[in-house]
């Protein structure tokens, strides 16, 4: 089976792994699907000739070993969790890449010096448990032991409960040493159209946008739809919509790329005869310069605040907050050198998206790819990306990772 092939049926094998068949890939963090997928990637990792674990996050880990002691390893790897009916390679790709650069490393009985070490990360969606990036954050210390034990998903289910469901340890080690990798490398689908309309296969990532998350409570007063009059209504719902609506305008009015989306909106007690009397809702805030992240911030706390004086309880809690990330150069630099090394076109690019890469980069040297996506679409079936072009991904990490890890 050529190396396309293998990818093509890792996607469609991982693929089955969804709550939703038929309606997309649906893969929350800790659930059945999870756990079927994580035994699939941890057969795949003991085939290829690694050492296997889980932390107490449930990242999954598979190690080759250099041959000098305590070496910091060369990481390789993605998330392997989705979007409620998201698309089958926003995440799982990488993680496809990952493992199949390990899998040359073994058909060609190589030996770094330096460990190669392929991690699938949970959570980076935050479809589950809010905020995102949850496995690579407690990873780097920036997630706590007592905030990640606080988390608890729409069933009030925490993540403790959650993990021992499908027979994970949380007493496990959670953080992990920055002494202890030497780089990390990511590739993703692009998750827009630059790259497709350009006809170009790869692009070598210089910087990722800065996200900001809230959920944003309002407390009105619930009554009955039928015997309260109109002048006498506290009604959340109507004022988290009218919230909601002017969220659009702080971006456009900031501009250079700002953008803000409501995703996710939930009305209490949700009856068609009743008043609601609170809704929560999130807020998604991204900008490639810290500045416009700050001021659309602090506008966006504003207005809310705003409400507070006509009879509601508004507040807004952050779940999220990850300034712009600049990659490294030098590891930039080696993966243009090596695709030009491959003869496999490329361009810089930018992204418009977070990623667990961004998060390692407050504690070790990252580098990341981007491979086309059809049409632009992500986070939806119709979500895809052409197993030529995660090939050429394979390659270029192939050969980044035997400079990386000095094989013997």
Do not use: W
């Not at 890449?97 to 980076?124: D, G, K």
């Not at 469901?165 to 007493?171: A, C, E, R, T, V």
């Not at 040297?365 to 632009?376: N, R, W």
């Amino acid at each position: 089976m050529s190396l396309v092939e293998r990818i093509e049926k890792q996607i469609n094998d991982l693929s089955r792994f969804t709550a939703t068949p038929g309606k997309g890939t649906t893969r929350l963090t800790y659930s059945k699907e999870d756990l079927l997928t994580r035994n699939y990637i941890k057969d795949k990792m003991m085939e290829y000739g690694l050492t296997v674990r889980e932390d107490g996050l449930g990242n999954i880990f598979g190690k080759l070993a250099g041959t000098v002691k305590d070496a910091p390893s060369v990481l390789i790897g993605s998330h392997f969790d989705s979007v409620p009916n998201g698309g089958a390679y926003d995440g799982p790709a990488g993680v496809i890449v990952a493992l199949e650069v390990a899998a040359l490393f073994a058909e060609n009985r190589l030996r770094p010096i330096y460990p190669l070490e392929i991690v699938a990360l949970i959570e980076e969606e935050g479809s589950r448990f809010g905020g995102g990036l949850m496995g690579s954050r407690g990873m780097a210390g920036s997630l706590s032991e007592e905030d990640f034990k606080s988390l608890k998903d729409e069933d009030g289910i925490t993540t403790i409960e959650a993990m021992s469901k499908i027979g994970l340890d949380s007493s496990l080690p959670k953080k992990r040493a920055a002494r202890t990798i030497k780089t990390f490398l990511e590739l993703h689908i692009e998750q827009g159209p630059i790259l497709e309309e350009k006809n170009i296969p790869i692009g070598v990532v210089e910087a990722i946008v800065g996200i900001t998350q809230l959920e944003v409570t309002v407390e009105g007063k619930a009554g009955h739809a039928g015997t309260t009059p109109m002048d006498r209504r506290t009604d959340a719902l109507v004022t988290a919509a009218n919230i909601i609506s002017r969220l659009p305008d702080l971006a456009i009015e900031e501009g250079e790329g700002t953008v803000i989306t409501t995703g996710r909106l939930h009305v209490f007690p949700n009856g068609a005869n009743v008043i609601p009397d609170k809704v929560v809702f999130s807020v998604d805030i991204r900008s490639a310069k810290e500045e416009h992240s700050t001021r659309v911030i602090k506008k966006v706390h504003e207005l809310i605040d705003s409400y507070q004086d006509q009879g509601f309880q508004t507040k807004a809690e952050q779940l999220l907050y990850m300034p712009p990330k600049i990659l490294n150069e030098e590891i930039g630099a080696l993966l243009k050198e090596k695709c030009a090394d491959l003869g496999i076109p490329y361009c810089p690019i930018n992204s418009g998206a977070g990623h667990d890469a961004m998060v390692f980069s407050d504690v070790t040297d990252v580098g990341m790819l981007f491979v086309p996506s059809k049409a632009g679409l992500s986070h939806c079936p119709e979500e895809y990306s052409d197993a030529r072009h995660l090939a050429n991904g394979v390659q270029i990490f192939y050969e980044v990772a035997k400079r990386l890890t000095e094989v013997e």
